[in-house]
């Protein structure tokens, strides 16, 4: 069978939380990424997050079974106009994350750890 991929765009706290859960409960999966920024990009790698990363959007969305985007409305909608361009797997599923309560005060100074270790909130961002 062959080897499934999916592709986050969006590696801030969300996109990255999302990425880790994929990779504990599915290995097998390759895990691309797309982030603006470089910082957030190499956290990702280091901490194998993701398999590889990028900052041109288009580069790895022809070679996704899934796209995940994890980035602001604005943004989405880019995103969505740029994707009807492309040159797209067939029976690709895109998706697009909606962080229900992010914005409630109790989840502000949210403490996450990954692989025992506690990471910084702008770290992951």
Excluded: C, W
Aim: no cysteine.
């Amino acid at each position: 069978m062959e080897r499934k991929t999916v592709y986050i765009a969006g590696l801030g706290l969300i996109g990255a939380s999302l990425a880790l859960g994929i990779r504990r409960a599915h290995p097998e999966i390759e895990i691309l990424g797309y982030n603006r920024s470089e910082e957030s990009r190499q956290v990702a790698l280091k901490r194998g997050m993701v398999d590889r990363v990028t900052d041109d959007f288009a580069a790895f969305a022809p070679l996704a079974d899934v796209i995940i985007l994890a980035v602001p409305i604005k943004q989405t909608i880019a995103f969505i106009k740029d994707l009807a361009e492309l040159n797209l797997k067939e029976n690709v599923i895109i998706g697009k994350l909606i962080p229900a309560g992010t914005g409630m005060s109790m989840y502000k100074d949210i403490n996450i750890t990954i692989d025992g270790e506690e990471v910084d909130n702008e770290e992951i961002e």
